[in-house]
């Protein structure tokens, strides 16, 4: 049985127990505390901060945390979605004809909003 190991954390610089359990479970060790791990987004998504949204006519921008601000149309929202600029937003990108655009996207709720 392997002991419980320290771990430094990639992003905040935070040392972390990795518990001889989760070392059984893992392939390798995680590079980031678990709170880094829970801001990061979910697997192939993405995330940023709505610039714009005209709701009228159903389209916007995203600028998100890395990269080109990417186009959005509402059909790209999930579920009944509202969104306002300066909202924070998880999102898949899509290639398209017109280029890369924003897709399959929810907005983050954020503690005490
Ligand atoms: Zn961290």
């Known amino acids: 049985m392997a002991a419980d190991r320290y771990l430094t954390c990639a992003a905040c610089g935070v040392r972390f127990v990795w518990t001889a359990l989760e070392q059984a479970q893992a ?22 901060v709505v610039k714009f949204y005209n709701a009228a006519r159903g389209w916007g921008f995203i600028t998100p945390t890395e990269g080109p601000e990417l186009f959005f149309h509402r059909s790209g929202l999930v579920g009944p979605t509202v969104l306002r600029e300066g909202d924070l937003v998880e999102f898949a990108v899509e290639q398209t004809a017109r280029g890369a655009q924003a897709t399959e996207i929810t907005r983050l709720e954020i503690e005490g909003e």
């Not at 392939?27 to 940023?48: F, S």
């Open 27 to 48: 392939e390798r060790a995680p590079d980031r505390c678990p709170a880094c791990r829970l801001l990061l987004p979910a697997n192939g998504r993405r995330r940023g």
